[in-house]
């Protein structure tokens, strides 16, 4: 298996990729960096082919990536972060930064957008081309159709506090659309939706911590009580409360 990054191509015995464990780290490593795995490792492990829903999750260390970006992913990330604002590692804090060409600055702001849905770079790609098909603004548009993933309508409502504990909760069947189970993250709830979650769930502290805490945006109708959300409409970009400048991620897709 070839694992290419210009100006260098690193190359992995057959018998390592053969592991799914460190398959699923390169996986996710070449994910999140944007480098192509080789032709050959699709082929290799049918179950484990880049694009499946095993590898769209990161599962890398999450305050070290917010760091990076310089924004906070994970409520823990956001308690280190105030004790250290600055980049990782040995020159994190160095006042000397590298000023940023144009695309290191559309790519900075697509790596934000797409860790914040914590999608996969070939979703990601899906999803721009499902916007520019559409009328209107691409950018509005890509932003609600990220927003209407079920996964991020989950933790929208405050069922759960970061991203990656909603994409576990309905991966483990803990949540109902219209009174039917879905445990897909990114089923695209639709307006007048109804999202709850299982009578039986409801007593778990991860569910009781999180909805004392949750703050819903507009286009939510949340009822604390019983567990349970309305998606009243698909929100504008203003309404949506991400971290992310969405036109240089469109240049980004442009290019």
């Keep these: 298996m070839w694992l290419q990054s210009a100006p260098f191509v690193w190359r992995f015995d057959l018998f390592t990729v053969e592991n799914p464990r460190i398959f699923a780290v390169l996986d996710n490593y070449a994910a999140f960096m944007d480098v192509p795995l080789g032709r050959h490792s699709l082929t290799m492990l049918p179950h484990l082919r880049m694009g499946s829903e095993v590898h769209m999750k990161y599962n890398g260390p999450k305050v070290r990536l917010s760091r990076k970006l310089g924004f906070a992913i994970t409520p823990k990330a956001r308690k280190i972060m105030d004790r250290k604002p600055h980049a990782p590692g040995q020159h994190g804090n160095s006042r000397r930064r590298p000023k940023l ?76 659309v219209n009174g039917k189970k879905v445990d897909i993250p990114s089923y695209a709830v639709q307006p007048n939706d109804v999202i709850v979650v299982k009578e039986k769930s409801r007593k778990l502290e991860c569910f009781q911590e999180a909805i004392r805490s949750s703050v819903p945006p507009p286009y939510l109708e949340v009822s604390k009580a019983d567990f349970s959300a309305k998606f009243l409409y698909l929100p504008p970009r203003e309404e949506v409360p991400i971290v992310c400048e969405v036109p240089l991620v469109i240049e980004y897709y442009s290019r």
């Design 101 to 176: 060409s144009d695309y290191a600055k559309q790519l900075i702001e697509k790596q934000k957008l797409r860790v914040q849905y914590n999608v996969h770079e070939r979703q990601m790609t899906n999803y721009m081309a499902k916007a520019s098909r559409l009328t209107g603004n691409t950018g509005d548009l890509l932003v609600q159709l990220l927003e209407s993933r079920l996964d991020s309508v989950v933790m929208r409502c405050g069922f759960a506090r970061t991203i990656y504990a909603a994409r576990q909760y309905v991966r483990h069947g803990h949540i109902l």
